[in-house]
């Protein structure tokens, strides 16, 4: 096999990234480990695409997502031609990578973040910097600028840890870099606020969304990119011709005209983080103050590892997710908040193992 002499080196010698577990259909568990939202699609939602399956799939679907960045451009009160669409936002930030980054170049993000970054940059032969947070969690902004990066990636909420740097150190930072600036807000709704108001003073900030986790669609594939037209036009270029089919756009569409059906199960997300805290945190974890739909728990001081937890939760149905590889969080465990059975299941399981072990 000549398998190394057809694929490129920087992929042949990568390894792709590894997405949470998704458990096969019909298995039944309390899946708290890729920050899916436990609500229901309202039917607003459904009804719009049970008109469109009924309208018939034989034609391609509007090729830039019209209809969908006109309607984010009505809800969020913004220039449609700087909005730019995406199967999922993990597919803008590819179309980011693919518009801005050459080979050899390099692409930073604070540390630790979400570890699609470092994979897209391998794809792209650059090379990522990953900068560690700032002790009391805030933005390394000169070191981050002093990489010379040519795109800079800021989740906000950051996942795993559910922090919020404050926008004003994502301002500075955006004075600063000598390239794009990413602010991923894939969590955004969650937060107490959120970075579309920068785009204003900022040319170099691209804002993204995804209807995957506060939207109840990961299963669909939709991401919002927000940025000036002119960035927007760059990004249009190496975009995927219909890169958001028919259905895709008609549920966006949807979503974006009715976002006051979506905050009740918003808000139920948030009280349920703060009992998951409280609770979690009454059983000898320490779990740091989250803005997301998730929350990082240290495990309490005892005989169980960090793997040993995550297997025996699993024994008991419930699947959270992990980072082995990395030793700042080999005792942590990220997990998602669902509905309130769901966590009131996980704190049972918490009960019995510590029971156990105890
Ligand atoms: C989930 C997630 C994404 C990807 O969202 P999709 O819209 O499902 O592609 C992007 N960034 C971060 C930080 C995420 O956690």
Redesign the pocket.
Known sequence: MSLERWVRPCIYGMSGYVPGEQPAAGQRVVKLN??ENPHAVPPVVLEALAVALNEGLRLYPPPDAAPVREAAARAFGVDARGVVA????????TMIMRACVDPGETVAAPDP??T?YPTLTRMQGGNYQAVPWLEDGGLPVAALAETGAKVIFV?RP??PTGHAVPLAQVAALCRTAPGVVVL?E??GEFADDHGLPLLAEHPNLIV??????SRSL?GL???LGFMSPALAEQLHKVRDSYNLDRLAQVAAVAVLEHLPAFQFAIETVKAERIRTTLSLTARGFRVAPSQ?NFVLAQIPAGPLSGAEWVALLKERGILVRHFPADPRLADKLRITIGTAAEMSALLAAVDWIQGQAG
């Open positions: 890729t920050n995406g199967n999922g936002s993990d597919d803008l930030l973040t979400y699609l989740t950051n996942a991923d894939a969590y993204t969304r995804s209807f995957s986790k990961a594939r939709i991401g997301a």
